[in-house]
């Protein structure tokens, strides 16, 4: 492809490379023709060669001087007709290869191939997301942090771009080109074994329907996690088997409805997966009453289904004048005062502004706290840009629907059994929550625990399975002893075990391990990297799994060994 | 009437002829070969790369292919014109013609593959 181009941009030069030949070839038969004159008069003949040359440097006007005798006048006026020439040849030939070099189209040719072959050397397993646009650029970043490749497509050039500007670790190759087309999700290295996953993340339904498809027909053991905003085209996309399809309205309407339903295991569920490192903020519960939904999008539709079933009562403002069966309407945007009076704002618990339109969620929710001080507010952010906006104002719940399927595809990516420890955690009752959060609490006290999986395989584990491998009996308890001193613990919590494929949450303390298992931990990122010592280095895992310090070396060995059959031998 | 192949024409069959003409003789007479005539085949020679270049087909890569040789060799030939001594005359020995000429009569050859490229392709068109 690379000697291809080379051609295909030589094949424009053509008018101007065969005018400089022409031109070199009259200039060079004229100089040979001409008779010069040698220092004593006689005459004298260039050669071929040499007539060459003094073209050579006339022409690219470097012009060393009349070699190797002074010229004959005749000389000179056939010189002085092929300096115009030559030179305005030249300049034609410079020209028309530098307008080629600014050719878009002939650029653009040149960085998908370029493309193609940085795809083509990676060596390591990497990710391939389709779009970055704000929830592509979240993921992206997340990976990154994760020391994990990716590859991005995005049809907006101006994205591609920005990917150069950011501050990430790995190199990050991008393509910018429509990911509906197979083309170029082949370029991509949809196709390569090192492809580990597929996002579909672009914020049109249907292009991210087609990613999911074409990963499913041309490599289809690929995971892939698509975004889809619409339920059609989220059950569209189930029908042939995508692994995991976020809908960002319909999971803030679960959790939403979780919220309601049972605050201490929303609480928890929302504690796991913020932000690690940060703070926690304990947000307080929706109440139950009569609710506000401005706006009846697909988020507001969502928001409407959750809190039905909640059995509250719900009435709705929407611009359109088309009733909606079973819910009280009102015509009218709640911008201003009127439609939310109308819909019952004074005698409400809580309102909703759902539109697609940053400012006027931003103008309703002021509205509405003004006539009603005590509101649970719940608005939805479309634009990362307006972040400001919506901190200062500061609603108690604010939906930000890149945030959303950002957070699940890092969840999914970065440890593979804490969907399904979340899910797990969405079932249970409220006991059991709130015990959960109690030894949560105790380990990280109010910051945003790191959430990790361990697996006690032979590559990932290699002292500990080897320890297992043995036949030793391992406790839990072992994972969560400090490499310095065994007798403290380390602040991480076992939130699962899974076995052949099934998940335990909160495994005992005296658990037996096996070769094989995955355990999920919760705790901080120090605690973690402690933790990986007992799991790699052989004599850190002894030391906690004995207490004893081994001798590492081969002659300490034998004399400790000697030492303790003196100290048997003599009771 | 195509005027582009009518001039791509042109310059393969003008390389071939001129080529042919100066190999044409003795080939360690220098009488017999014309100086005028190597350069006259050199410069078509090279406007008759340049023609080939870009063209996608398989073909049109063979074509490059065979020009390219031919410019090779002809390069290589007034290389060893340059470098070749005269006698009193202004004659070239018989050592360093014959060179010559061995040279530029490999790269006729090439220049005969083209021009065969050439004629089959033509009588495949039909039109």
């Keep these: ?571 | 009437m195509n005027l582009e192949k009518v001039i791509f024409g042109f310059f393969i069959l003008l390389a071939a002829t001129l080529n042919f003409g100066f190999v044409y003789g003795d080939i360690d007479n220098p009488l017999h070969h014309n100086q005028w005539e190597f350069f006259a085949a050199l410069v078509v020679n090279i406007i008759a790369t340049v023609l080939k270049f870009g063209d996608r087909t398989h073909v049109g890569a063979i074509h490059l292919a065979t020009s390219l040789v031919a410019f090779i060799q002809l390069v290589a030939a007034a290389l060893v014109w340059f470098f070749a001594e005269t006698d009193a005359a202004g004659l070239l020995s018989e050592r360093a013609m014959s060179e010559i000429v061995s040279l530029a009569a490999g790269a006729l050859l090439a220049n005969i593959v083209s021009v065969t490229i050439l004629i089959v392709e033509t009588t495949l068109q039909r039109r």
């Design chain 1, 1 to 571: 492809m690379g000697t291809g181009v080379l051609f295909l941009g030589l094949r424009h030069l053509r008018a101007p490379i065969i005018m400089m030949v022409a031109i070199f070839a009259l200039g060079v038969a004229g100089l040979v023709l001409i008779p010069g004159a040698d220092a004593s008069g006689a005459a004298w003949h260039m050669n071929f060669t040499q007539a060459l040359y003094f073209m050579s440097y006339t022409a690219t006007t470097i012009g060393f001087g009349e070699i190797p005798y002074a010229f004959t006048d005749t000389q000179r006026l056939w010189v002085t007709a092929m300096i115009f020439a030559s030179v305005l040849g030249w300049a034609y030939l410079v020209g028309s290869l530098l307008q080629l070099a600014r050719d878009e189209a002939f650029r653009s040719v040149l960085t998908e191939a370029a493309f193609t072959r940085r795809i083509r050397s990676i060596r390591e397993p990497f990710y391939l997301v389709c779009g970055f646009g704000e929830t592509g650029f979240l993921v992206g970043r997340s990976l990154d942090r994760m020391h994990r490749r990716f590859v991005i497509i995005d049809i907006d050039p101006s994205r591609v771009l920005e990917l150069n500007l950011l501050d990430l670790v790995q190199d990050a190759p991008g393509l910018c080109a429509d990911a509906r087309l197979p083309v170029h999700l082949r370029e991509a290295g949809l196709t390569k074994p090192e492809c580990m996953g597929v996002l579909a993340l672009t914020n049109d339904d249907q292009v991210n329907l087609a990613v999911a498809m074409a990963v499913r027909l041309l490599n289809p053991g690929t995971p892939v996690l698509a975004r889809a905003m619409s339920r059609e085209v989220a059950a569209n996309m189930a029908s042939f088997g995508t692994d995991h399809i976020i809908n960002p309205f319909t999971r803030f309407g679960s959790h939403l409805a979780l919220a309601l339903a049972a605050p201490a295991n929303h609480r928890l569920i929302s504690w796991l997966t913020a932000l690690p490192g940060s703070d926690f903020e304990l947000h307080q519960a929706p109440p139950r009453g009569h609710w506000v939904v401005c706006g009846y999008g697909r988020f507001g539709r969502a928001v409407v289904a959750a809190l039905r079933d909640q059995g509250l009562d719900v009435s709705v403002n929407d611009p359109g004048e088309r009733p909606i069966d079973g819910l009280r309407t009102f015509v009218g945007m709640g911008t201003e005062a009127e439609p939310l009076l109308a819909a019952g704002i004074r005698e409400s618990v809580g309102i909703v502004a759902g539109t697609d339109d940053d400012i006027t969620n931003l103008s309703i929710v002021v509205t509405a706290r003004e006539l009603h001080a005590g509101l649970f507010t719940v608005v939805r952010q479309n634009l990362q840009a307006n972040n400001a906006l919506f901190e200062a104002f500061d609603a108690d719940i604010t939906m930000v629907s890149s945030e959303i399927v950002a957070n699940e595809c890092i969840a999914v990516l970065k440890t593979p059994y804490l969907a399904e420890f979340l899910a797990l955690a969405r079932s249970q009752d409220a006991a059991w929550a709130n015990r959960a959060l109690e030894r949560l609490g105790m380990v990280v006290g109010t910051r945003v625990p790191e959430i990790w999986s361990v697996s006690l395989s032979a590559d990932r584990s290699p002292a500990l399975h080897g320890v297992l491998a043995a036949g030793r009996a391992v406790e839990l308890n072992t994972l969560t002893r400090s490499p310095a001193d065994r007798n403290l613990r380390l602040p991480v919590l076992a939130l699962g075990l899974a076995r052949n494929g099934q998940l335990r949450a909160f495994p005992d303390d005296e658990e037996l391990l096996a070769p094989g298992d995955e355990l999920l931990f919760a705790g901080t990122a120090r605690a973690q990297q402690e933790q990986s010592q007992t799991l790699r280095n052989v004599k850190v895992c002894d030391y906690v799994l004995t207490g004893v310090d081994a001798p590492a070396s081969w002659v300490g060995q034998k004399l400790s060994v000697a030492v303790r059959a003196a100290a048997a031998g003599k009771p």
